[in-house]
């Protein structure tokens, strides 16, 4: 239960019900939850749709849903993908790249990944032939991206909140994100939903190996632009009509 606490309240905004810090196992074992994490907030994402579309043209339900999705995040991962554009386009050497992943500003490049995203989520959302499974398809295959990448490849730090997850997260970990998305995405679309992860986790480790191209491992920033990424796919792929 303490993992799982953990993990909503590191992806989310939900309340602090444990106020002290995690430990590095319970850091490790809370990746195993991720997908659950992406399940509830698809569900509430969906909600705040739902309720919208009552009042506002499907457009405008499509952008509050978006303000919603980064206002229940904080922007988490976003933050991740704008960081790690700023460091892979705006640095020439390993070194520089890792300093600039360090650094609390925001530069051009990152300012219009942030941007550009977002308006490929808010257009495909609002293009969706069935928001519901979108948004929790989205949400939920996600964030099982991040346990298998945070799994198979190697940290870029030599200390750190990723790194702590990573040496306490295993084969048991991925084995339960997995199992909850499967069942997730079977229930939302069948034997189509297995396609849909197989394509998520080809693209996340693509992404993966081009980042390990620049840099020496991936971070917590390269974890949250793997995710942004991917809820991107998915949600593309129920534009598709």
Not at 166 to 175: T, Y
Request: overall charge positive.
């Amino acid at each position: 239960m303490t993992s799982i606490l953990a993990a909503f309240q590191f992806l989310t905004i939900f309340p602090p019900l444990i106020r002290r810090p995690f430990t590095s196992q319970e850091m490790g074992r809370a990746v195993g939850f991720f997908p659950l994490v992406g399940l509830a907030l698809g569900g509430l994402l969906y909600g705040v749709h739902a309720a919208a579309q009552l009042i506002f043209p499907a457009t405008i339900a499509a952008a509050l849903t978006i303000f919603a999705w980064v206002f229940f995040t904080r922007a988490f991962h976003l933050d991740g993908l704008m960081d790690t554009c700023d460091a892979l386009f705006g640095g020439f050497t390993v070194e520089r790249r890792l300093e600039i992943l360090k650094d609390p500003r925001m530069g051009a490049f990152g300012v219009a990944a942030g941007i550009l995203i977002l308006l490929l989520k808010y257009t495909a959302l609002a293009s969706s032939l069935n928001p519901m499974f979108a948004l929790v398809m989205a949400t939920v295959v996600g964030r099982w991206t991040s346990p298998l990448v945070i799994i198979t490849f190697p940290y870029a730090r030599e200390k750190g909140l990723g790194k702590d997850m990573k040496e306490n997260a295993g084969l048991p970990q991925a084995l339960f994100s997995t199992l909850i998305t499967a069942g997730a995405v079977y229930w939302l679309a069948g034997t189509r939903g297995f396609l849909l992860m197989l394509i998520a986790a080809l693209f996340a480790f693509a992404l993966a190996l081009y980042f390990m191209r620049l840099l020496p491992g991936l971070t917590g920033d390269q974890y949250g632009a793997i995710t942004e990424l991917t809820e991107l796919i998915l949600l593309l792929s129920f534009a598709i009509s």
